[in-house]
């Protein structure tokens, strides 16, 4: 009985990724109701579980009355952090363009259908580790994406990130851990028991970094200078700051 308790132990310590398995969302599909009810189920979630706070924080202090500034979110999903920014800006203020991307046609359909009042929004299909922008942006954003991903095209990706903007980067995801683990299992067999919404997220705790993985990705990718801090809800987040250095 111990051993198999230990061995449970190391198995929830140690990140589990195959990059054969792919969460139900990420496979190539039609829109349908199944995938609408998932995207509903995330944005639920970020709104709850502190996605949607995180963001806001940084938000609030990158962007000010009267700026105009160019924003990328990378695999958006179903554009609910990109709405969320233009509300805010809105509300204040400040004029924004936000390119949207994900490489789902049929989640980025869904996206563009919640988003038709938001002309600040364009949405774009394309792979984050291949895309290439015109010009460089203010703000980059990378929201529960890195999970996604293997060790190495995380570094990818986080290399990307920090020469695709000018001035602000910040990456935030899930943090790997007993906190996680027990409380996506709890929410998928009590509450959000869809079988694409169960699977996806008890996959997605699985393969998120702990703290200090996440430290060591942004030091495989060259970061210098970066923040980085836990945040409720097993939520963990780093940041670059090349304008300016924000204590918190």
Excluded at 15 to 42: H, K, N, Y
Excluded at 220 to 248: C, M, P, V
Aim: proline share 3%; with cysteine.
């Amino acid at each position: 009985m111990r051993r198999r308790e230990t061995a449970g132990i190391v198995c929830l310590m140690n990140r589990q990724f195959d990059p054969a398995v792919l969460e139900m969302m990420d496979r190539p599909q039609p829109v349908s109701a199944e995938l609408e009810c998932d995207l509903q189920r995330i944005r639920q979630l970020n709104r709850w579980f502190g996605s949607y706070r995180l963001v806001s924080s940084f938000v609030r202090r990158w962007i000010k009355p009267g700026d105009n500034i160019r924003i990328v979110d990378l695999a958006t999903g179903s554009g609910d952090i990109p709405r969320l920014i233009v509300n805010y800006a809105r509300k204040i203020g400040a004029k924004i363009e936000l390119d949207a991307l994900d490489r789902q046609s049929a989640t980025l359909e869904i996206a563009r259908k919640l988003s038709v009042n938001y002309p600040e929004i364009s949405y774009v299909e394309a792979n984050i580790l291949e895309w290439i922008p015109v010009e460089p942006y203010d703000i980059l954003l990378c929201t529960l994406v890195l999970h996604h991903f293997s060790d190495q095209d995380a570094v990818n990706i986080l290399r990307r990130c920090a020469e695709l903007s000018r001035k602000f980067v910040l990456v935030s995801d899930l943090r790997r851990g007993f906190l996680a683990t027990g409380g996506v299992y709890l929410l998928t067999t009590l509450i959000f028991r869809e079988s694409m919404t169960r699977y996806d997220a008890q996959l997605s705790a699985a393969r998120a970094f702990s703290f200090s993985e996440m430290r060591d990705l942004a030091l495989r990718a060259g970061w210098d200078n970066f923040e980085h801090k836990k945040f409720r809800f097993a939520r963990q987040a780093i940041w670059l700051e090349k304008e300016r250095h924000l204590i918190w």
